[in-house]
């Protein structure tokens, strides 16, 4: 069975807190991996009330500094030190972003128990991955890569793939049925080789299925951009910010640096992604999110607006 990838929206607000909605941080897991996606204020109350560990985020993406995404980190920070996390803590932003840990870190302070910390700036450099442009490979390893393309806010702003590797796997079950002692000859069948057993030849070939790749790519703050489309291609879920919806005023439209409802179900029609998730609702559609879902769903029907706390699985 293929591990899952899990992941918990944390927050699904934006700039102003509501009672339903909390500023945005969405928690992706998956094997030893927690990837924490941004990280607004009371983000580490939402883990407690998640009942999740915040001392098994492995890497912290921050798509860009504005307060409502970041205002949380010092205090996951200080919640790590104080309760002694001793793996190294791999921070991801873009320009910028070092200087911003750093007069963080001051915030936390420095004495005590230190943190492991390393920090990296990305940006949207050219990649040989599938052949695109504007997308950068920021870390990878055998089972999964992730990646990121630069936005269009009114600040340095990025945006995040995860991608699961495809993988050919053996099939275990079948496996069990034919009751083959463990043995250097699992090896060969797994490679898709032909063994014998008890004048009985076995076709490993037969006994191999495809794992497909699976992908959750991140779309906050920006204006409607070709990146965004690039980023998320294909992708089995697009959590997007939709901030506004289409029926707001034609200056205010005009003068932000957010994507509408429609403007998200636009990127996920165009990159032909599986799911789309709205997040980073206004204060004015907390009570009725129904609005901005209606909305989308006029251009693209696989959509859903998650609650706090709210997981799925891929």
């Known amino acids: ?4 990838i899990e992941l918990t929206f944390l927050g699904t607000g ?3 807190p509501t009672k339903r909605r909390n500023h945005p941080a969405m928690l992706l897991k998956y094997k030893g991996e927690g990837i924490l996606i941004d990280c607004g204020e009371g983000t580490q109350r939402q883990f407690r009330k998640a009942g999740l560990n915040p001392c098994k985020i492995s890497r912290i993406l921050i798509t860009h500094w504005h307060g409502d995404h970041v205002f949380g980190l010092p205090g996951i920070l200080n ?12 921070i991801y ?3 910028g972003s070092k200087e911003w840990v750093r007069k963080y870190l001051d915030l936390v ?19 040989q991955v599938a052949g695109r442009s504007n997308v950068e490979v920021i870390f990878e390893d ?7 393309a630069e936005m269009d806010h009114d600040c340095p702003a990025v945006g995040y793939s995860f991608v699961v590797r495809e993988k050919t796997r053996l099939d275990v079950e079948k496996l069990k049925k034919l009751k083959i002692p463990n043995s250097p000859l699992i090896g060969k069948l797994a490679e898709g080789k032909t063994i014998k057993i008890g004048g009985k030849s076995i076709d490993g070939k037969k006994l191999l299925y495809k794992e497909e790749a699976r ?6 703050d920006t204006r409607m951009n070709e990146n965004a489309v690039r980023l998320a291609k294909g992708a089995d879920l697009l959590v997007c910010e939709a901030t506004f919806s289409k029926g707001e005023s034609e200056e205010l439209l005009g003068n932000r640096a957010h994507l509408s409802s429609v403007e998200a179900a636009e990127i996920a029609k165009k990159a032909k992604v599986k799911g789309l998730a709205l997040v980073h609702l206004s204060q004015r559609y907390e009570g009725i999110p129904k609005v901005i879902l209606g ?10 607006v998650p609650e706090d706390l709210e997981s799925i699985e891929l």
Do not use: H, W
Not at 1 to 4: D, F, G, N, Q, V
Not at 79 to 90: A, D, P, S
Not at 142 to 148: A, N, S, T
């Open 295 to 304: 909305e989308a769903r006029e251009v693209f029907e696989s959509v859903i």
């Open 14 to 16: 934006s700039a102003i």
């Open 215 to 220: 992908k959750v790519s991140f779309v906050m």
């Open 109 to 127: 302070g420095r004495r005590g128990q230190k943190l492991d910390i390393q920090v990296f700036e990305v940006a949207g450099r050219r990649s």
């Open 142 to 148: 055998d089972d999964f890569y992730v990646e990121c």
């Open 1 to 4: 069975m293929a591990e899952r």
């Open 79 to 90: 919640t790590l030190r104080l309760n002694g996390y001793n793996r190294k803590l791999e």
């Open 93 to 95: 932003g873009p320009r």
